[in-house]
């Protein structure tokens, strides 16, 4: 017998309906449970919805959207995979307008860096991850008066 290495289809229950997805957070008040069937929206800091879910067994759409506005429509086998297609599908990631909005809003707090990820090429450097979507690099300049902080980090300095 052959086994495989894949990961099971998730189901579309409550439990696996994480508190945070890519850019929003669930709104637990939208979450509504029908048969084989659950539907749910998660929102962005300011209440606007940053995704809707319809999700059935083996299939799941989610639909981006950025004020108001639809972005992307994806599907996948489960919430996981529609996420990654959605992100998946940009050319570019870094073009992606609730991206460029987040980066804007946490530079306008000052002194803060960005890593823009680059596109997502096979073989090629990316970031993807799960629940959160894109992940970046925040560097913050380290002043004389927070460096006894950041000393306790040299223990986790490796050798390359």
């Known amino acids: 017998m052959v086994t495989s290495n894949s990961r099971p289809i998730e189901q579309p229950t409550v439990q696996n309906m994480p508190p945070y997805l890519g850019f929003g957070t669930l709104d637990p008040e939208s979450v509504r449970p029908d048969g084989g069937r659950l539907t749910a929206r998660y929102q962005c800091a300011d209440g606007?919805?940053?995704y809707s879910v319809d999700w059935r067994s083996g299939r799941?759409?989610?639909?981006?959207?950025?004020?108001?506005e639809p972005i992307s429509i994806s599907g996948g086998r489960d919430l996981q995979h529609a996420l990654f297609q959605s992100f998946l599908g940009l050319a570019e990631p870094a073009e992606d307008p609730r991206f460029v909005d987040l980066c804007r809003r946490v530079v306008d707090s000052g002194n803060i860096y960005f890593q823009f990820p680059r596109p997502f090429l096979r073989g090629g450097p990316g970031y993807l991850y799960y629940p959160a979507g894109l992940?970046?690099?925040l560097r913050l300049p380290i002043v004389w008066e927070n460096r006894p902080a950041w000393d306790v980090f040299h223990i986790l300095t490796m050798k390359r």
């Open 48 to 50: 606007a919805t940053a």
């Open 60 to 68: 799941c759409l989610l639909e981006a959207q950025f004020e108001g």
């Open 135 to 137: 992940l970046f690099s």
